[in-house]
């Protein structure tokens, strides 16, 4: 699919009044995976750019959440912002991913202040993004499984570099920069598959 074809396709699926009540989803989560290859993401990202302007035009107001711009947030919040920079050289990089892992921690730190953004927003749909920049110490998984009793009221698209895929032998699985496996996830739909 072009990105002018996956552009439309988006723009027709995010605003139509099926996406945005929720319907069709069978009790399942609101969660939608926007998958696409590694190397199309300065492309995705103007094209995610333009789809939030499009909709906002369309009375459909997006939330974005980049999940590396929160992560430094979260970070200068904590007041270790300048302690992770100065002792980034000096600590191996396992150290580092591990320390990154403890204080951007989905459950405990990452999806409470997701979940104080989207109290205080008004928004119809939330756009997630920033998966790539944020690996390995933040999985996307592990921000879906924890976001889904709080981002439930309100469809939410995760703009994901990779693939979503589906099969009877293994399941559904996210496959960042299409080549780690491992990251078992089923409650999404793949959004180049939903009905206008």
Not at 115 to 138: C, Q, R
Not at 143 to 160: C, D, G, H, I, W
Not at 190 to 196: G, K, L, N, Q, S
């Amino acid at each position: 699919m072009s990105m002018q074809d996956r552009f439309q396709h988006l723009y027709a699926v995010i605003s139509g009044q099926r996406f945005l009540n929720k319907q069709g989803l069978g009790n399942e989560v609101p969660f939608f995976i926007c998958s696409f290859k590694s190397d199309e993401s300065v492309e995705m990202e103007r094209l995610q750019h333009q789809l939030v302007n499009r909709l906002e035009q369309a009375g459909v107001r997006i939330l974005e959440i980049n999940l590396y711009d929160l992560s430094i947030e979260i970070l200068k919040e904590r007041d270790i912002w300048n302690q992770i920079l100065e002792i980034e050289t000096s600590v191996s990089k396992g150290e580092l991913k591990e320390l990154l892992q403890g204080v951007l921690d989905p459950e405990t730190h990452l999806v409470p202040v997701i979940a104080a953004k989207l109290a205080n927003t008004d928004f119809d749909v939330l756009f997630l993004s920033g998966v790539g920049e944020v690996f390995p110490y933040i999985r996307s998984h592990n921000v879906l499984n924890n976001l889904q009793s709080t981002a439930k009221e309100k469809p939410t698209v995760m703009f994901f570099p990779g693939d979503y895929t589906h099969s009877l032998e293994s399941g559904a699985s996210l496959d960042l920069f299409g080549r780690l496996h491992d990251d078992k996830y089923y409650r999404a739909f793949d959004i180049f598959h939903c009905e206008v």
